[in-house]
């Protein structure tokens, strides 16, 4: 995987409601990246793919899911791509966070949990370790937890 240096951030991160939407045209680079006939190893490789999960570790939760989409719908049927579902879940969940939906956040946890598990027993896919994106869904669970107004057990 190329070095994520290169992704370049959005203004600002999009939260429905709150503030403006990006133009379409600032994520056209990303789709053009990703074409239906790449190999998986070129998919790994592409600018929408290397900069979903760095937006997502720097709050670009919106941002994340409108680059990874394209990646999401390239793939077939399969580890490959549930792992990319789960984490476009993982997005929204801190994205629906941001918006203090806490039940929705708890209820995407739950998708994201679902798409990981259909991964099996593999330590990453596409560079990405799956204990990575597992945390990520659970922090988020737990952040949900305490504005929801309980504890999970």
């Known amino acids: 995987?190329?070095?994520?240096?290169?992704?370049?951030?959005?203004?600002?991160?999009?939260?429905?409601?709150?503030?403006?939407?990006?133009?379409?045209?600032?994520?056209?680079?990303?789709?053009?990246?990703?074409?239906?006939?790449?190999?998986?190893?070129?998919?790994?490789?592409?600018?929408?793919?290397?900069?979903?999960?760095?937006?997502?570790?720097?709050g670009y939760f919106w941002e994340a899911h409108e680059v990874l989409e394209p990646v999401w719908m390239t793939l077939e049927d399969g580890p490959k791509r549930q792992f990319v579902q789960g984490v476009i879940q993982a997005a929204n969940a801190a994205?629906?966070?941001?918006?203090?939906?806490?039940?929705?956040v708890r209820r995407l946890c739950d998708i994201a949990d679902g798409h990981l598990d259909a991964c099996g027993e593999v330590d990453a896919i596409m560079a990405l370790p799956l204990s990575e994106v597992r945390r990520f869904v659970e922090e988020t669970r737990g952040e949900a937890n305490l504005i929801g107004g309980y504890y999970a057990l």
């Open 1 to 58: 995987m190329k070095r994520p240096e290169n992704i370049p951030l959005p203004p600002h991160a999009y939260v429905p409601g709150r503030n403006a939407r990006h133009e379409e045209s600032l994520f056209e680079a990303f789709h053009a990246s990703v074409q239906p006939w790449m190999s998986f190893a070129e998919l790994e490789e592409t600018l929408a793919w290397r900069a979903g999960w760095v937006f997502v570790q720097h």
């Open 95 to 104: 994205l629906k966070l941001k918006m203090n939906r806490p039940n929705a």
